[in-house]
């Protein structure tokens, strides 16, 4: 259920100040106050996950403002650097410029392929008077595209 703060801060007997000293801290939100809007939405499930976990003590629940809880994340985030690093030099992981050119070069080739079926099959077809033939000679031509733009 998404509430507002007045209606979250009620619902869990807190004060508003308590909920917006909760936010402060990185309780999640649905949305923040912006040009448009001057309150928060609150997802209740989501709100109260985090305030047991915060009590639990756990800084990624956003009650990390020691300096150990610091310390925690600058050691996850150096762990996931080094993670990321490692993928790298293994070739596990490609940028996104390079995805996004091989994504590109396959788009052409599916577009050039189906773009040609009309004219593969125009003159063929147009001596056929028998529905089930065309309808052969069309799946025959679309299978052989596929095949062609799946490297099979």
């Known amino acids: 259920m998404v509430v507002n703060r007045a209606n979250f801060a009620a619902l ?4 508003l100040n308590t ?3 909760w936010l402060a801290e990185g309780m999640p939100t649905v949305e923040r106050p912006g040009p448009g809007t ?3 939405s609150l997802d209740t499930v989501a709100c109260i996950k985090w ?3 915060r009590a639990k003590g756990d800084a990624k629940a956003g009650g990390g403002n ?3 809880d610091a310390r925690t994340r600058i050691k ?4 996931a650097l080094k993670e990321l690093t490692l993928q790298e030099r293994r070739q596990e992981l490609i940028s996104v410029a390079d995805a996004s050119r091989l994504t590109e070069e396959a788009y052409a080739v599916v577009k050039s392929r189906l773009r ?8 063929k077809l ?7 033939t065309i309808e052969r000679e069309i799946k025959k031509e679309i299978n052989s595209a596929l095949e062609a733009i799946s490297g099979g």
């Open 12 to 15: 869990v007997g807190v004060s």
């Open 116 to 123: 040609a079926i009309p004219g593969n099959l125009a003159q």
């Open 76 to 79: 996850e985030a150096e762990a």
């Open 126 to 132: 147009s001596i056929i008077s028998d529905s089930n």
């Open 66 to 68: 020691t300096l150990g």
């Open 19 to 21: 909920v917006t000293s």
């Open 51 to 53: 305030i047991i976990a």
């Open 38 to 40: 001057r309150e928060f």
